[in-house]
C-alpha cells in the first residue's frame, strides 16, 4: 500500500534552516508529482511546493518562493524540502502528499522560535 513518512521536524531559531523528507513506498516513485503542504495551528492546510515525477518541474507558494527548494531522489523514493531563512510564520505541521489518490502522511512539526 501507499506510504508517505515525514522526518526532519523539529524546532529552529528564526533565521535558521531545516531540511524535511518525505520517504514513500508501495508505488512506482517516479510516476507520480508530489507535494507539500502545512497546516499552521488554527489555519487552513496550504500547498507550499510541488514536483513533478521526473522532478524536471517545480512550484512554491509565494509566501515561501526564495526560501524553500523541493527536489527528489527517484532511485531512493525520497523527496525533500529544504528550507532557509525561515520564520515564526513557518511554525506548522508538514506534510508529503501524493495528488493522485490523495495520499497523506502523518507529518512532521516544524517550530521556528527563538
Known amino acids: 500500500q501507499v506510504q508517505l513518512v515525514e522526518s526532519g521536524g523539529g524546532l529552529v531559531q528564526p533565521g535558521g534552516s531545516l531540511r524535511l523528507s518525505c520517504a514513500a513506498s508501495g508505488f512506482t516513485f517516479s510516476s507520480y508529482a508530489l507535494r507539500w503542504y502545512r497546516q499552521a495551528p488554527g489555519k487552513e492546510r496550504e500547498l507550499v511546493a510541488a514536483?513533478?515525477?521526473?522532478?524536471?518541474?517545480?512550484s512554491y507558494a509565494g509566501s515561501v518562493k526564495g526560501r524553500v527548494t523541493i527536489s527528489r531522489d527517484n532511485a531512493k523514493n525520497t523527496v525533500d524540502l529544504q528550507m532557509n531563512s525561515l520564520k515564526p510564520e513557518d511554525t506548522a505541521v508538514y506534510y508529503c502528499?501524493?495528488?493522485?489518490?490523495?495520499?497523506w502522511g502523518k507529518g512532521t512539526l516544524v517550530t521556528v522560535s527563538s
Open positions: 502528499n501524493r495528488r493522485t489518490g490523495d495520499y
Open positions: 514536483i513533478s515525477g521526473a522532478g524536471g518541474s517545480t
